[in-house]
Every structure is written in structure tokens, then in C-alpha cells.
């Protein structure tokens, strides 16, 4: 890499080619880092990554991620408290997981 006859020109060359290099590092494992979160945000949109299930013969609302079944479709349907229950279910479920992951840091 010795190109100039400066021992200082060629520290200043090679400084520079460091820095560039670590920083290139640093940038692409935090592109990195930011690819892994949406991938598991988005997920593979597999029939088994559904989110809820409407059984109208059994007027049964069941949503998935939190494994809670509330009767009443057209309550649901509606935004009455069917919707309500299911929306509180999961803000809960949600706090919950976020307070285990600041515990875990």
C-alpha cells in the first residue's frame, strides 16, 4: 500500500482507507440488522402466519397471535365489544412482549 515516499502522507492514505473500510462495516451490519426486523415483520404470508378466523357457523371470532376466541361475529363486525375485547386482548399482549424485551436488555 507504501505508494508515496512520506512515511506521513502513507499513515494519512492508510488512516483514511480504515476509516472508510470500518465505516462501510458498521453501515452494512446495520442495513443488515434493519433487513432482519422487516423480514420478521412482514414474514412469509404462510397459511399458518394467519392472523385471525372468522367461523360464522359457530358465530366464533378467534385471533391467532394471542390464541383469544370471542362469540358474537356481528358484535365484531360492528366495532362493538366483541372488537373491543380482541383490541384490548392484544394491546396487552403487545405491552406485555415489549416489557420482556426491555427486561431482557
Known sequence: MQEERSQ??????????????LYELQRQEAQDEQSKLRRQQIGTAARSEKI????FPQDRVTDHRIG?????IQ???????????????????????????????
Open 68 to 72: 383469544r376466541s370471542v362469540h358474537g
Open 52 to 55: 385471525r378466523t372468522y367461523n
Open 75 to 105: 358484535s365484531v363486525m360492528e366495532g362493538g365489544n366483541g372488537l373491543v375485547d380482541l383490541m384490548e386482548a392484544l394491546r396487552i399482549h403487545y405491552e406485555t412482549k415489549a416489557l420482556e424485551a426491555l427486561m431482557k436488555r
Open 8 to 21: 506521513l502522507q502513507n499513515r494519512s492514505k492508510a488512516m483514511k482507507l480504515l476509516h472508510a473500510r
